[in-house]
């Protein structure tokens, strides 16, 4: 199981032509990161804890700044490098998101 993560200037159009552009695809700690959020996710956090790892989760840019503080405590949680620098390229990627105003953060189950 893997879950990817893509960042958009605006909110996915599900492949339709002319839709909002990519901006950053992380793809190489997918598997770090469905592992930490089996592992260590906590019901209470409401925005990480509905991440679908076989499908698509969209977050606009007010829910990726309120799961940046959840991330975070998922950090203190991890216990691997591998869910570490997952989570830490998670939490970058809600931080440029929640600070980029129309973005949406899209993270890719299989």
Do not use: K
């Amino acid at each position: 199981m893997s879950i990817e993560v893509a960042l958009y200037d605006g909110r996915p159009q599900g492949g339709r032509r002319g839709g909002p552009a990519m901006l950053h695809l992380s793809t190489c700690h997918g598997g770090g990161l469905a592992e930490a959020l089996a592992e260590h996710a906590r019901p209470s956090d409401h925005r990480l804890g509905r991440i679908d790892p076989y499908g698509d989760t969209l977050f606009n840019e007010q829910d990726a700044g309120a799961a940046f503080e959840e991330a975070t405590a998922l950090l203190a949680r991890c216990t691997s490098e591998a869910q570490r620098a997952a989570v830490r390229d998670l939490r970058n990627l809600l931080a440029h998101c929640a600070a980029t105003p129309g973005s949406w953060l899209c993270l890719l189950g299989d």
